[in-house]
């Protein structure tokens, strides 16, 4: 099968071939056909979406059929488009003849099996399962069970036809919440039995896994498994709390299964029962990988990026931390991404990559003649404009491959506007439709640029192309200047007013310049900044910084500090991350703050961890993601990995098994400062 494939896979052998004809991409190998130069990653359109499971359990297979048919029949043959619509509506039909056609295999494979048991529970459960996938073949799920069931199923049908899903499954408490009172007052289930199912769905949502090159197992898991999300609690779309007891059963799972791929996103708002968020406080005493997100901020954001009140109350996470609607929207949010203490390198160097050994950004002038700092400030705005430019045409070349290549009925026919322009996500059908560019290293290059302000401009210890020789050496004979960069000057992350306000700055001359770009699809571009573990390889690619940092070593994570820059304690971090304006940054933050386990250890440190989320959130922040674990656990399970095989981490975004994560990503968790209060 190889050599089939050969200059026919979807990136070598039609994005890539598309991007060298466009000038696009000109480095060979990997690592280049991803990275056009030292600032832009190439990112992917799979995935990234929240399936319409809502939808889906109202009409079932055959409704959905019954639905396509529907449009098709009534499509005029005169229109330009016909032969498009009634291609997608007949794709449509047949993956959910397929889908009727598998569920019956597995009814037929139950039943044969149930013939021959002689357990007579395991009958019983074996003719129940037979019975049921039989009867998805032509009708809806009505019990819990049932629904649950129903949507494991068709999450592994999407995983099966995927090149990789990444495919969240929504606000399950709030989906399962009319099935979950129906049986319980039917008699039909117990909070025990539902409780079982939650963790057999959660388990099964662990077995999907994507076999990594070896390249990419130091920055992320060895086996990459699909971050496959589900959001519990946040208010509905009456803007009333919807938490509900499906929402604690959701957190007594995860504490008690320790599941490491499915990410557990737990929205809050100013009326969450306080009961409920201490309870999710305390699952971190059993494990990390929750992750709070603030509806105050994401609501209004994701008005403002043009959802209805209603959809943007009913918002889901997706993939690591992305916010977006339930069930009718493409947002591509793992589109693009920019690597921003790179755009400050080719703004230092020229346009000049070390990376590409060639100028690949804009030729931004000769840094001797940036005399005032306005002018250095306009040279790298002027790069990071061009770059975000740039990522966009990427992005377009692959988007046009991917609607004539790489369609996805399956999944388009349960999101709201697919059916009924007779459209695939991928080319625009949803109801909203975005794409992303997403940052790493934000703290490194507001760190950078801050000490070039000082150092260069404010108290004129050297000039620009001074600092510019200092940095290309790697600091080689500089290492007591390169201390007084890292001691010397304020580091973002310390509640300090002026480095704050360039960050402010910073940010929303990235968030609002992404956000100026329209995708093929419609919509805009929305900015984030998550790094999944790649800032660790971004740091091989980059020349060393401003702040200090040496070559080789990782730039920031995420929407973090600089590892270990924090001098003033946890408060101070959130006060400086919960000043910006999230408004244009609707691809989603991570903020990784580590914790002490001891800081849960009793019910006073519970109730300060909780006001100091309370009080983040009230202040502006969007989202948090604490791990809770020691150095000294995290330096012995390097040692002894046998004994720490459940021990679960966020990484930059997602979660993983911290014993399965490459040395270098290890040690960027353990570098990061352990918190105390």
Not at 269 to 288: D, G, L
Not at 399 to 405: Q, S
Not at 429 to 446: D, E, H, P, Q, R
Not at 490 to 514: P, R, Y
Request: aromatic share 10%.
């Amino acid at each position: 099968m190889i050599p089939f494939w050969k200059d026919k896979a979807l990136l070598e052998g039609h994005i890539n071939k598309k991007l060298r004809e466009e000038n696009l991409l000109t480095g060979e190998g990997k690592i280049t056909s991803l990275a056009p130069n030292v600032s832009v990653q190439i990112g992917t359109t799979e995935g990234h979406l929240c399936a319409g499971y809502e939808k889906l359990l109202t009409l079932g297979y055959r409704g959905i059929i019954t639905e396509a048919e529907s449009y098709q029949s009534r499509l005029d043959k005169e229109n330009n488009d016909y032969q498009e619509r009634y291609n997608f509506y007949e794709a449509v039909k047949i993956y959910y003849k397929a889908a009727k056609e598998f569920s019956q295999r597995f009814s037929v494979l139950s039943l044969e099996m149930a013939e021959n048991q002689s357990d007579e529970k395991r009958k019983k459960e074996l003719n129940n399962i037979g019975a049921m996938m039989d009867k998805f073949t032509d009708t809806v799920p009505e019990t819990f069970y049932e629904a649950v069931q129903f949507i494991w199923f068709t999450q592994n049908i999407i995983n099966i036809t995927y090149q990789r899903s990444v495919v969240a499954l929504g606000r399950l408490d709030q989906i399962l919440w009319s099935y979950y009172v129906q049986d319980i007052k039917n008699g039909e289930i117990d909070k025990e039995r539902a409780l079982e199912l939650i963790e057999e769905l959660n388990l099964k949502l662990t077995w999907n896994v994507t076999v990594l090159p070896t390249d990419f197992t130091l920055v992320a898991n060895a086996l990459g498994q699909n971050t496959q999300t589900i959001t519990i609690a946040g208010i509905d779309s009456n803007g009333k709390d919807a938490t509900n007891e499906l929402s604690y059963l959701f957190l007594e799972a995860y504490r008690n299964v320790k599941v490491l791929t499915t990410d557990l996103s737990v929205r809050i708002h100013n009326k969450t029962p306080r009961e409920f968020f201490e309870n999710a406080i305390e699952v971190f005493k059993h494990t990390s990988g929750i992750a709070f997100y603030n509806d105050e901020i994401i609501v209004h954001a994701l008005q403002n990026t043009g959802y209805s009140m209603e959809d943007a109350r009913n918002y889901v996470i997706i993939g690591c931390v992305e916010p977006t609607g339930q069930g009718n929207n493409f947002s591509a949010t793992g589109r693009m991404f920019i690597n921003l203490p790179g755009v400050l390198e080719l703004t230092l160097n020229n346009g000049y990559s070390n990376f590409s050994r060639n100028t690949d950004g804009l030729k931004t002038g000769n840094p001797g003649e940036f005399i005032t700092y306005d002018q250095f400030y306009d040279a790298f705005t002027r790069q990071l404009k061009f770059n975000i430019e740039k990522s966009v045409m990427i992005a377009e070349v692959g988007d046009r491959v991917v609607m004539n290549y790489f369609q996805h009925p399956i999944v388009s026919a349960t999101l709201d506007g697919c059916l009924e322009s007779g459209k695939d996500y991928v080319c625009g059908g949803a109801k909203y439709n975005y794409s992303s560019i997403t940052a790493y290293g934000f703290a490194t290059l507001v760190d950078s640029m801050y000490n070039i302000k000082k150092v260069v401009y404010d108290e004129k210890l050297m000039t620009l192309p001074d600092l510019i020789d200092i940095l290309n050496s790697n600091f080689e004979n500089n290492e007591v200047y390169r201390q007084k960069l890292i001691n010397n000057y304020d580091k973002w992350g310390n509640d300090s007013a002026e480095i704050d306000s360039l960050a402010i700055e910073l940010w929303d001359l990235f968030t609002q310049e992404v956000s100026k770009n329209k995708p093929l699809r419609g919509g805009r571009y929305n900015a984030g900044a998550y790094s999944m573990g790649i800032h660790v390889m971004e740091g091989i690619l980059t020349r060393p910084t401003a702040d200090g940092r040496k070559a080789g070593r990782p730039i920031s994570n995420s929407l973090s500090p600089v590892n270990r820059v924090e001098k003033n304690g946890i408060t101070a971090i959130m006060n400086s991350i919960a000043k910006l304006n999230y408004d244009y940054a609707m691809n989603g933050v991570a903020v990784n703050v580590r914790l002490h386990p001891q800081n849960l250890e009793s019910q006073e440190n519970i109730e300060k961890f909780y006001y100091l989320l309370k009080t983040y959130f009230e202040k502006g922040g969007m989202q948090i993601q604490p791990n809770v674990v020691s150095t000294e656990t995290l330096k012995d399970a390097q040692i002894h990995s046998e004994n720490y095989t459940d021990l679960i981490v966020k990484v930059g975004g997602y979660n993983a098994t911290f014993v399965d994560l490459g040395i270098p990503i290890q040690n960027d968790i353990i570098d990061r400062l352990e918190n105390k209060f």
